[in-house]
């Protein structure tokens, strides 16, 4: 095993607020939608957090996005343009995933500081990232002030149609932030990445000359 400073301070940084915005935003958010079953907080008072809270979001995904645009670390979330080469990356992550690791068997991503993420997360988090949070912070920002932006909210099929999106793309946060703890679980402790998230270090296995020519072999 070898360290790699992986996980830079402002990328920890957002990260961990990240997770704290989304859990406050994923409660007051259930207790505005479901006020008959829950009772954490008022309404209005829900509706107040829920407000703020999502605003601090948005100003900490502009963090994350004005970092990645000027720093070299940007790479982990280029796409991959060669579909075949990506189908393969893909499949061989997924057999992985599937029964490797379950095995034994070494992942076929190697972590370096410019490339983190293997196939199946990088475009996980291309969609999340680039497309599903600044589509609800659009459908939040319309109910925020529906009168405000009432002629677009009529163009895009009125407020039942946002707040459904809304509520959809809430949904999948929702199962993401129960997934994502077990999948940083999947280093070769289960600590590991959890570690690397608050020192910046990850723990990477060396690669051995033969699998540097098998990797370049399937590039």
Known sequence: MTK??????PVRLWHWANAVLFIVLVVTGVQIRYLDLFDFMTFRNAVVVHNWVAFALIGNFFVWL????????????????NLLKLARACFAQMQYYGY??????HSPHHMDPYNKFN?????????????LLPLQFITGILMWDIKRFSGFVDMVGGVRVVDTIHVLIFIFFVFYLLIHPYLATLGHTPTAHIKA?????EDVEEETPSAVQA?????
Do not use: V
């Not at 196939?119 to 497309?131: D, H, K, N, T, V």
């Not at 998230?197 to 270090?201: D, E, L, N, S």
């Open 215 to 219: 990797t370049r072999a399937t590039a």
């Open 100 to 105: 490797g690791i379950f095995k034994g068997e």
């Open 197 to 201: 998230m608050i020192t910046g270090y």
């Open 119 to 131: 196939p199946l997360q990088r475009m996980l988090y291309q969609i999340l990232m680039l497309f």
């Open 66 to 81: 004005l970092f990645y645009l000027f720093s070299d670390k940007n790479k982990a979330y280029h796409p991959e343009f």
């Open 4 to 9: 790699l400073y992986i996980n830079p301070l």
